[in-house]
């Protein structure tokens, strides 16, 4: 069967330092993989996604970055945070079915 | 931006009593999902229905669709406490599988 890891499951990172967060998925191959950010109370904002190694698509302009350098392998990085960075990160991934399957998330606080 | 719209914004309900939320979309879709989110965790996918599907069933869930008004609710019945949680509506709209959430629905069921 199929799972999807994140880590780390919380992150306190003071303002200009960078950031790396990683989303592996097991049990499937060539998935679509997705970034989501939901900020407190509301719903999910989309902030990539990829559907192959090196294919990176980025939905809003923001400080962020992903790249995906391993087939199952989904990461968000930036050089230097912001406080607006902060919110609930959520990986994605769906297979050849229309069911999209979320993983853990990642809390991440900028101080 | 979110394209789904959901109604009512919070629920609190009896444990045994029915509870129904409402979703709103903008633009056409290929098919709308239903997740559930326990507090400070990731999504848990409850329900698929495609654009050409009216109703789907499963378990105490319900489902419905009206593609002509853009709108899908979701019934939970005999609900529990268990079913506390916040629950949103998400559309997928094009080829890559892209979601867009609306804001959720917060329900608490009190024994």
């Known amino acids: 069967s199929q799972t999807i890891h994140q880590w780390p499951a919380t992150l306190v990172q003071p303002v200009g330092s960078p950031l790396s967060l990683e989303c592996t998925v097991e049990?499937?191959?060539?998935?679509?993989l997705y970034w989501y950010r939901q900020a407190a109370g509301r719903g999910l904002q989309l902030l990539f996604y990829s559907v192959g190694i090196g294919q990176i698509s980025s939905e809003v302009p923001q400080n962020l970055s992903a790249s995906r350098p391993q087939d199952r392998q989904f990461i968000l990085s930036s050089k230097k945070l912001l406080l607006s960075d902060s919110g609930f990160y959520l990986c994605?991934?769906?297979?050849?079915?229309?069911?999209?399957?979320f993983g853990p998330g990642t809390r991440l606080l900028v101080l | 931006s979110q394209q789904g719209e959901e109604d009512p914004q919070a629920l609190s309900i009896q444990e045994g009593e029915n509870a129904t939320m409402n979703c709103s979309y903008k633009t056409s879709i290929n098919n709308l999902q239903w997740y559930r989110q326990n507090s400070g965790r990731g999504l848990v996918h409850l329900i698929l229905?495609?654009?050409?599907?009216r109703e789907k069933h499963s378990g105490r869930l319900r489902v419905t669709l009206d593609t002509s008004k853009k709108s899908s609710s979701l019934l939970i019945t005999a609900s529990r406490a268990a079913d506390t949680a916040s629950y949103f509506c998400a559309t997928d709209f094009d080829s890559w599988g892209k979601l867009q959430f609306g804001a959720g629905t917060q329900v608490v069921v009190t024994p």
């Open positions: 049990g499937t191959s060539n998935p679509n």
């Open positions: 994605a991934w769906k297979g050849t079915g229309e069911t999209q399957y």
């Open positions: 229905i495609r654009s050409n599907e």
